[in-house]
């Protein structure tokens, strides 16, 4: 087994070590960048955040012009969703998933170095639109706000459009190079049905990333056709439909919110089974319900559309239903996986616990959104912006951090900080409620999103007071983090291959992994090979000696 | 395996020593499952064109517009979209020559086979360029005449982007293979550009039927 501090020190010819990272094709090396980079634009996209509820902490125009307000919600919402939230995700799977598979690399490891240096030049487009106008756009690009060139005559809508396609085709090479790595570099034995969760999400979000990333590269080409040359899609005038775009974008734009928020499912089924010590319960229902969940994310896309009023309401409004179904087997075996488990509350695990209470609030909160009379009362309005940030702060980044804190000590050799960990937990968990929750209520109260300023006699002063103020705290949540890191990358490695008793092969190597992963792999008879080979006679391992089969809390 | 020098295990099964890679494995090769996937790909790209062509055609009460069906014709002088259907229709067969021949281990045919391939796909690109300006000059219809026009030159400007990027894969496959590579158990690099090449035919017939047949079937139009 490929424990053991013998690498330390064994180092293949050291180069200049920035020309080495540069130049990387490594995937462990590759994936760090990404974290890196994308850590650093949820920082850039969190400062944004806290410049529009800065604005709107009390009524009235402070220090944003209208203009300036435009350009900060639309980029936050890019920054976030294209910049940090997508590569931090890209970045996981670029590290850990080749280690799942038990393969030395990903299947295309130039294409992969290329994927992320398209995702730096994408993100220099989008960021240098700030400096040519900006894109007073929000990040749904609705024509012909976005379209017409009366309305934004500014470059920065051209750059944030050509950074936007650079980074789909980017995410496309990205999602061809982890089918073909998951189709084609599994160790022996490891059979579809024997993949880790994480590597299951990883291959359902690709396949949703290949085939609604073309769609939206499309779309965003047609409005910078649209602009640039006179085109007529979206212009009534010439014949074109303004409502095709939605249609356009939203066929990206749905499956995207399962881009996002798939791998953190994966994170979570990952971590849980590890924190509780038992098996993922129902780890086929758990495949069927993410595949369904793929599936059905391809057949909801105008339910963003209901009250455009050009759209068949009952067959988006059922198929939305619909999706809640996997999603409550995901509950339901999340939930009995703890049950009767020996729970063990790490920062990792607190984390998970606190994305399952949080986000089921964000799917309660969705699935209200797809009754279409409720919908078209509180269509773009605060409860909206309440329900994506329950799905994509207390979703996404709750799992995010999760990985960071779980997979830290394989990437740094050494654990994060538990204490510092904590802090940042609570930080996080009452930040986000206290930023999100009063949202609901401002929608249901009939606050319109997008907006700089509203009426001091409106009466939600003192809501969105506390919102700006839970803002402030997720910001201040992500200081202890930073800390953290800074801190624990001082200290000596330790080199535990396996820190928290895993199961996955990811854990069956050296903290940090040599460049080449593995010395040797663990035979492969489930989808926990490590603990089969660490508890032989517990698992699906060969069983050593005539042994009962104790299936759940082995203490 | 690829080198790894520093392996502690020299013990280690075959089999082991074997999963960094795959091709022991059989099925398809990796190289061509992704460019079978990034097919999969073009193809929602299209699709996404193609929609936006029907989202006119359904919701436009005259579509083609009056007039267009003067010279957006198959059976207009110099018939230049017929021509077009035919070189590539055989630019398509010559590039499954191409390909056959390697299998068989033949590098002499299928450079041959290829060089064809690439003059037709050359010749392609210059008849749509004659198109392109004679619909410009003498029937004075561009990118801006209209959704229709932003239709036409979107959807056959990206079909002709994707000619010129088969014409790119074929000269790097032409040059390899007269610089000796490739035989009959290495060559998916060909394998891969032909499926590519095979798939740009194929979007090109699906435009000429949508563009200039199917406004004819059936007086749906107008």
Same mark, same amino acid.
């Given at each position: ?161 050509? /950074?936007? &396609?650079? $980074?789909? !085709?980017?995410?496309? =090479? ?6 073909? #790595?998951?189709? +084609? ?123 455009? /009023?050009? &759209?068949? $309401?009952? !067959?988006?409004?059922? =198929? ?6 996997? #999603?409550?087997? +995901? ?125 001091p006699n409106a009466g939600w002063a003192q809501l969105n007071f506390l919102s700006t103020v839970g803002a402030f705290l997720i910001a201040f949540s992500v200081l202890p983090f930073l800390w953290n890191v800074f801190v624990t990358l001082r200290k000596p490695m330790e080199h535990e291959a396996d820190p928290w008793d895993a199961n996955t092969l990811e854990w069956a190597t050296s903290s940090p992994p040599p460049p080449w992963n593995f010395d040797s792999l663990p035979e492969i008879h489930s989808e926990r090979p490590l603990f089969d080979q660490k508890y032989p006679g517990v698992g699906h391992g060969p069983t050593p000696e005539p042994a009962t089969e104790s299936e759940g809390a082995a203490s | 395996m690829t080198a790894n020098p ?217």
């Open positions: 087994m490929g424990t053991a501090t013998a690498h330390a020190g064994t180092h293949v010819s050291r180069r200049s070590t920035v020309l080495e990272w540069l130049t990387t094709t490594d995937h462990k090396k590759i994936g760090v960048m990404y974290m890196v980079t994308s850590f650093a634009f949820f920082m850039l996209g969190g400062i944004l955040a806290l410049g529009i509820r800065s604005e709107l902490a009390v009524p009235g125009l402070q220090f944003l012009t209208q203009e300036t307000y435009n350009q900060l919600f639309g980029m936050h919402a890019v920054m976030m969703i294209f910049l940090f939230v997508m590569p931090m995700t890209v970045g996981l799977a670029n590290y850990i998933v080749p280690l799942q598979l038990g393969a030395a690399d990903m299947a295309f490891p130039r294409i992969n170095a290329l994927s992320f240096w398209m995702l730096i030049a994408g993100a220099v487009l989008i960021v240098s639109a700030f400096a040519f106008g900006g894109s007073p756009t929000g990040w749904t690009l609705y024509v012909p706000l976005s379209a017409n060139t009366d309305f934004t005559p500014m470059t920065g809508v051209d750059l944030l459009l050509l /950074g936007l &396609v650079v $980074l789909g !085709f980017a995410s496309i =090479f990205g999602a061809i190079n982890f089918m073909v #790595t998951i189709f +084609k570099m599994r160790a022996p034995g490891m059979g579809l049905l024997r993949m880790p969760m994480f590597v299951w999400t990883t291959l359902v979000t690709s396949i949703l990333l290949l085939f609604s990333l073309p769609v939206v590269a499309a779309g965003l080409i047609m409005i910078f056709i649209d602009r640039n040359y006179g085109g007529g899609f979206f212009d009534p005038a010439m014949g074109g439909s303004p409502i095709l775009w939605q249609h356009v974008f939203w066929f990206f734009g749905h499956p995207e919110v399962y881009i996002l928020i798939l791998p953190a499912f994966g994170v979570i089924s990952e971590v849980l089974p590890v924190f509780s010590r038992k098996p993922l319960f129902g780890y086929k229902a758990f495949i069927v319900a993410t595949a369904a969940i793929g599936a059905l994310g391809f057949t909801v896309w105008a339910h963003h559309m209901f009250a455009t /009023g050009m &759209v068949y $309401l009952p !067959f988006f409004a059922f =198929f939305t239903f619909l999706i809640a179904v996997p #999603t409550g087997v +995901k509950f339901f075996n999340w939930l009995a996986t703890m049950w009767g488990g020996h729970l063990r509350f790490d920062t990792p695990m607190l984390f998970a616990v606190g994305f399952i209470a949080l986000f089921l609030i964000g799917g309660l909160d969705g699935a209200f959104l797809a009754v279409v009379p409720f919908d078209f009362m509180v269509h773009e309005t605060y409860w909206v912006i309440s329900h994506i940030h329950y799905v994509l702060v207390a979703g996404a980044v709750f799992a995010i951090f999760a990985a960071l804190y779980y997979w830290f000590p394989k990437i740094a050799g050494r654990r994060l900080d538990e204490r510092l960990g904590k802090v940042q937990f609570w930080a996080l968990f009452i930040g986000t409620n206290l930023a999100f929750f009063p949202q609901h209520l401002l929608g249901l109260d009939g606050m319109i999103r997008r907006i700089s300023d509203y009426s | 520093n392996a502690l295990e020299p013990q280690m099964s075959e089999e082991l020593i074997d999963s960094g890679h795959d091709a022991q494995r059989g099925g398809m090769d990796p190289a061509l499952l992704g460019m079978m996937l990034f097919i999969a790909s073009e193809v929602m790209f299209f699709a996404a064109l193609f929609a936006a062509y029907f989202n006119a055609a359904a919701t436009l009460p005259v579509f083609p517009p009056e007039g267009t069906e003067e010279f957006i014709s198959l059976f207009k002088f110099p018939f230049l979209p017929l021509i077009m259907t035919a070189v590539l229709l055989t630019s398509s067969v010559t590039m499954q020559l191409a390909t056959n021949r390697i299998r068989q281990g033949d590098r002499t045919g299928m450079n041959r086979a290829m060089a064809l391939t690439l003059g037709l796909g050359i010749f392609f690109l210059v008849l749509w360029a004659t198109d392109y300006a004679i619909l410009i000059t003498q029937d004075d219809f561009g990118i801006d005449s209209g959704v229709y026009g932003t239709l036409f030159y979107t959807l056959t400007g990206f079909h002709g982007a994707h000619v010129l990027g088969g014409i790119v894969g074929m000269a790097v496959i032409l040059s390899r293979g007269l610089a000796g590579q490739f035989s009959a158990r290495h060559h998916v690099a060909v394998e891969a550009v032909h499926y590519y090449w095979h798939f740009v035919d194929v979007v090109w017939i699906l435009l000429v039927t949508v563009i200039y047949i199917l406004p004819h079937l059936g007086g749906g139009a107008a």
